[in-house]
């Protein structure tokens, strides 16, 4: 049996009830997070995650499918939204990807053949004899497990809509690639490729029915808060400035 860990997750093993997992605490965010510069992004979190971060839509198989990806950052590995204290900004919105974490969804691959079935897997290395039990004695989930198991199992159902999302757009012909050129006030240009949007001239070129078929689908509504989130990269670029200045105003560590 052949597991795959998500996006951004590193070993993973199936979930059992005798499982104990060490939970991370409020926003403290896990090491494996601190160096993305982008996590997927789910069909209801749009309207929440537009105020804070630019949506772009990403392709890792030549155009074939796509994913919806909130951007964290101008360049690899650099997360812009992790505090100096290792927690994720409180000033902003979470994304349910972390949220679930060290928890995942995932299809084994058994024989060569993918099944269809996703089972709920953990990161092997939140696994601690000190760590949260998620069962009681009869077998019945504790509360710490049956919260985090409700957002697991929400998440992942949300996370299909978007796929459906991603695929209506792209089989409408609506996303063109773009690459994000920005000019900081110290140091080289920048340059994100690899990103699609929404071509705004395409979308203007749709049928009534089409149009209405979007709308009644919550489509609409999410291309346009894709659209004015890409606002947020020039925001992503002050907080990149931002954290250079912090980083320049610390005293230097004696070696």
């Not at 760590?131 to 159902?157: I, N, Q, T, V």
């Not at 809509?161 to 757009?169: A, F, G, I, P």
């Not at 012909?173 to 001239?201: D, K, N, S, W, Y």
Request: glycine content about 8%.
């Amino acid at each position: 049996m052949d597991i795959k860990p998500p996006y951004g997750y590193g070993d993973i093993v199936p979930l059992t009830k005798q499982h104990r997992v060490a939970l991370p605490q409020g926003r403290r965010l896990p090491p494996v997070f601190r160096n993305l510069a982008a996590l997927p992004l789910s069909y209801t979190e749009f309207g929440a995650a537009c105020r804070d971060y630019p949506i772009a839509f990403v392709s890792g198989d030549g155009g074939k499918t796509f994913a919806a990806m909130a951007v964290l950052g101008l360049e690899n590995p650099k997360n812009l939204f992790v505090a100096e204290d290792g927690t994720w900004d409180a000033g902003v919105y979470l994304p349910a990807y972390v949220r679930r974490y060290p928890f995942c969804m995932t299809r084994v691959t058994v024989d060569g053949k993918e099944q269809p079935e996703r089972i709920a897997c953990v990161e092997r290395s939140a696994l601690s004899e000190a760590g949260e039990a998620l069962y009681d004695a009869a077998g019945e989930p504790l509360k710490a497990w049956a919260e985090r198991r409700k957002l697991l199992f929400e998440f992942e159902a949300d996370l299909v809509r978007s796929e459906e999302l991603c695929r209506t757009l792209a089989e409408a012909q609506l996303l063109e690639a773009f690459t994000l050129q920005a000019i900081p006030t110290a140091g080289a240009p920048l340059a994100m490729t690899g990103l699609h949007r929404v071509a705004e001239p395409k979308l203007a070129e749709l049928s009534p029915e089409t149009l209405r078929d979007l709308t009644r689908k919550g489509i609409l509504a999410r291309v346009y808060a894709h659209l004015i989130s890409l606002n947020n990269f020039g925001r992503l670029l002050d907080r990149r400035a931002a954290a250079g200045a912090a980083a320049a105003a610390r005293p230097a560590r004696l070696s």
